[in-house]
């Protein structure tokens, strides 16, 4: 794969993710600045610290510049931006005040050009009056399956600099901060490390989650470590920073905290000559160690927010890095010591991963959202479980508690990190399940047992069902798939009982559901989530030797009743009910706190708010889109199920939505440009209050209606789905690392990897120990698989497949090409 380069107005907008899975993360910018510093168990996407990288060539006269290219005219204005330091001015007054703290006013490169091959993000930056070439390479560990080494609180930044003049150059490069780890009242110091430096916070007693740390170092026999940066007030550290800088200087000063005037910051230089032609890489090793967190959420004795005094003496969350380390001193050892393996085995994966023959949109959009798993999206606690939100919003997580409705989308993780997907199905069926079977879509933080007072989601818990199916045949482990069995049995009976009263095959009781609202009477979008479950129930219960009658004949039942009753000879639709289902509708479950009476009037008139009803819906199918990407046999009638896509396809697709009326949350798409909507009405009968987001563009709906066009052999019909989404992800309006939707870095994008499979329909069986191929795209071709043991390559040449093994063990007894 070709990379693909932002330029420009394309640099806004990027911020691609460094760190580690559930440790935090910083961005670096298109720019080569860095931003987004959430490194306390928490997103803090604003925070844009006073940071920077800078290179000073010596002559006549010297020559400086911060290494990042121009400052995106966005951020001229200021924005609504977190403390950078402890000063009230810059806390109070981001907008219109000139933007303090920041180092805009300082000379800087011309351009830059950026790339990124995940989890590498590399930038060029261009000058014609600087003497020296300069270029950064990004990146933080990634190591499928080994979820550990990928889980450390660190990043590495190289510059690498090439003497381009026909004479020898002297300069130095520096990496300087101001403590942007203050905060509270506990004690903040700035301290010298081997070859580097810490920017430290104590917590207190009444709030040690204040504790954290911040280091980087460089490894190099010619650095120079400066703790006792200038103390004054206004601008007077900075000033006279760069006034250092500027003088080409390369001093190691330390100075003794004073914890009544802290040091300001921490800076290194390292001194260096290139002749014509040289290159010289520096690296700088970041890492960072926060152990505690404010994070307790979705407990049985919360029913307020907690207060700090109560949050102090209950267990709360704390990352799964502090088993692993216990102090930031052993962080930065680590990243020290760990640097060429984990350099050597971050870089195996990334180009095996883009060996794919695959079209160059289909990488962008699987590895872009890769990033997700780098975000403050994933928390990761003390016993290595994962727990999720949704997405981030600015300074908190978005939605707790790996919500299953949600995640039932994302297909990256199962594949690349497969134990810590599991980890999920441990938590759902035995600590978020209560003996009935009722499966709360919300885990508790820390992890285990949650209340039972509200809905259970039908596609979130259906979909679990399915996906253990799944990760079965991903780990080939059946005692595994044995324990978990009397808990999916219990799910499974819950669900029946729940919303299948009439044992008829499809959900008619009111179903909630991931748009938020409720859906009366039965639809094949919650529906094919049944069907397929029983399916997977079917499944298992052969490989288990147990009787699977009951769910056979509801799935003969409910395949039937779709394709009679839910099937306008084009698409699939909701047929409402709400008179027969002894149940009243009102409002909504969230979101929806009173009935006024014109919409009493309303629900007289039509039935239930927030339905579909004979709308065309993108995620019509979506159950049997999840059944075969997690492996299962043929569910649905495939003919009709093909139709449903082709008219998603040719309905919700709009190339502009510049006619389009959206009363909901209109940022994901509008204007000019074009995107899959949620659903449309072709025929008419668009209720007067359809369901709350239905006029919106979700990209983790544009990847799932897409893939599954491939799968059904409609490729080029999918390639216009993903095309659409990428367009509006360009760097000049949007990151194009930070598909959002309720949130930045929205787990549900993680759909996209699915495309892989859709183009090529790779799947791996380690029970079975079979690997099928089953290619919607002509000719030779070759795409990265990943299994619970290793990854590599597959593909077919010559009219033959083929498995390479590129890491670890992947045991292939047979492949299965199906033409």
């Not at 996407?45 to 060539?57: H, M, R």
């Not at 430290?200 to 989650?209: D, L, N, V």
């Not at 285990?448 to 079965?472: M, S």
């Not at 045949?473 to 798939?481: E, F, H, Y």
């Amino acid at each position: 794969m070709s990379s693909k380069t932002y330029t420009g107005e394309h640099l806004n907008y990027i911020g691609f993710p460094l760190g580690g899975m559930g440790a935090g993360m910083f961005t670096v910018e298109g720019t080569g600045a860095f931003s987004a510093f959430s490194l306390r168990n928490a997103p803090n996407v604003n925070l844009e610290p006073c940071l920077f990288s800078a290179i000073t060539v010596k002559g006549e006269k010297n020559v400086s510049r911060v290494i990042e290219s121009q400052v995106p005219k966005h951020k001229i204005y200021g924005a609504a931006t977190a403390p950078t330091t402890p000063v009230p001015y810059e806390e109070n007054f981001a907008r219109a005040t000139g933007v303090p703290g920041r180092t805009y006013g300082l000379p800087r490169f011309q351009n830059a050009v950026f790339s990124a091959r995940f989890p590498f993000a590399e930038l060029r930056f261009e000058d014609n009056k600087f003497p020296l070439a300069v270029s950064l390479k990004a990146w933080s560990p990634f190591t499928p399956p080994h979820a550990d080494d990928s889980s450390c609180p660190v990043a590495y930044l190289e510059y690498t600099f090439e003497n381009t003049r026909p004479i020898p150059l002297d300069a130095v490069y520096y990496y300087s901060s101001m403590n942007f780890m203050a905060q509270g009242t506990g004690v903040r110091s700035v301290y010298s490390v081997k070859d580097g430096f810490v920017l430290a916070q104590e917590g207190t007693p009444e709030k040690p989650w204040d504790r954290g740390f911040y280091t980087a170092a460089v490894r190099d026999p010619a650095v120079k470590v400066n703790t006792a940066l200038f103390r004054g007030g206004w601008y007077d550290s900075l000033t006279m920073l760069w006034n250092d800088i500027e003088a080409g200087k390369a001093e190691e000063k330390h100075r003794e905290n004073d914890s009544e005037y802290p040091n300001p910051g921490g800076s290194l230089s390292v001194p260096f000559r290139l002749e014509p032609g040289e290159k010289k890489t520096i690296v700088v090793q970041c890492g960072w160690y926060v152990p505690e967190s404010r994070l307790r959420i979705g407990q049985t004795d919360q029913k307020e927010p907690y207060t700090d005094a109560q949050l102090v003496n209950l267990e709360r969350y704390r990352p799964w890095y502090t088993t692993k380390f216990g102090s930031i001193e052993d962080v930065a050892d680590f990243a020290a010591s760990q640097y060429e393996r984990l350099r050597r085995e971050t870089a195996l994966f990334c180009d095996t991963f883009y060996a794919s023959t695959l079209p160059d949109i289909v990488m962008e959009a699987v590895g872009a959202n890769l990033s997700i798993l780098k975000s403050p999206t994933v928390l990761r606690q003390t016993d290595g479980r994962l727990w999720c939100w949704e997405g981030c919003c600015d300074s908190a997580g978005s939605c707790h508690g790996s919500c299953t409705h949600v995640w039932n989308y994302a297909q990256a993780l199962c594949h690349l990190f497969p134990a810590l997907e599991r980890s999920l199905r441990q938590t759902e069926f035995f600590d978020s399940q209560n003996e009935e079977g009722h499966q709360n879509f919300r885990s508790a933080l820390p992890i285990g047992e949650t209340t039972h007072d509200f809905y259970a989601a039908a596609d979130g818990q259906l979909g679990g069902i399915i996906k253990v199916y799944r990760d079965f045949l991903i780990c080939g482990d059946l005692a595994w798939l044995k324990n978990l069995w009397p808990r999916v049995k219990a799910s499974m009976d819950f669900c029946i009982g729940q919303w299948d009263k009439n044992r008829e095959g499809v959900l008619k009781a009111p179903h909630h559901n991931t748009y938020d609202i409720e859906f009366w009477g039965a639809d094949v979008m919650c529906s094919s989530f049944y069907l397929s479950a029983l399916k997977a129930m079917v499944e298992m219960a052969a490989l288990l030797k147990e009787d699977a009658r009951k769910y056979e004949e509801l799935l003969e039942k409910g395949a039937a009743y779709l394709s009679v009753h839910l099937y306008n000879g084009e698409y699939f639709y909701q047929e409402v009910e709400w008179k027969t289902l002894g149940e009243k509708p009102g409002k909504a479950a969230i979101n929806d706190t009173k009935i006024s009476s014109e919409a009493e009037a309303l629900i007289a008139e039509e039935g239930p708010k927030y339905q579909y009803g004979k709308g065309c819906i993108s995620d019509g199918v979506l159950g049997f889109w999840l059944a075969e990407v997690c492996g299962l046999p043929e569910v649905g009638d495939p003919e009709k199920i093909k139709s449903h896509l082709n008219c998603v396809h040719r309905y919700n697709l709009k190339k502009t939505l510049l006619e389009h009326a959206n009363p909901q949350r209109s940022s994901f798409c509008l204007g000019e440009e074009g995107g899959l909507l949620l659903c449309t009405w072709p025929h008419g009968g668009k209720p007067a209050l359809p369901f709350v987001y239905s006029d919106e563009v979700w990209t983790g709906i544009e990847y799932q209606v897409a893939s599954h066009l491939m799968l059904v052999g409609e490729v080029e019909k999918g390639l216009d789905i993903v095309r659409a989404c990428r367009d509006r992800y360009q760097g000049d309006v949007r990151n194009p690392f930070d598909e959002y939707e309720c949130g930045h870095w929205y787990a549900r994008a993680m759909a996209s990897y699915a495309l892989l499979e859709g183009m090529t329909g790779i799947r791996y069986d380690a029970y079975r120990k079979t690997l099928y191929l089953a290619p919607k795209i002509q000719g030779d071709f070759e795409s990265f698989l990943a299994t619970d043991t290793g990854y590599g390559l597959a593909g077919v040449k010559d009219g033959k497949a083929y498995c390479k093994v590129v890491s670890g063990a992947i045991d292939v007894e047979k492949i299965l090409l199906k033409a």
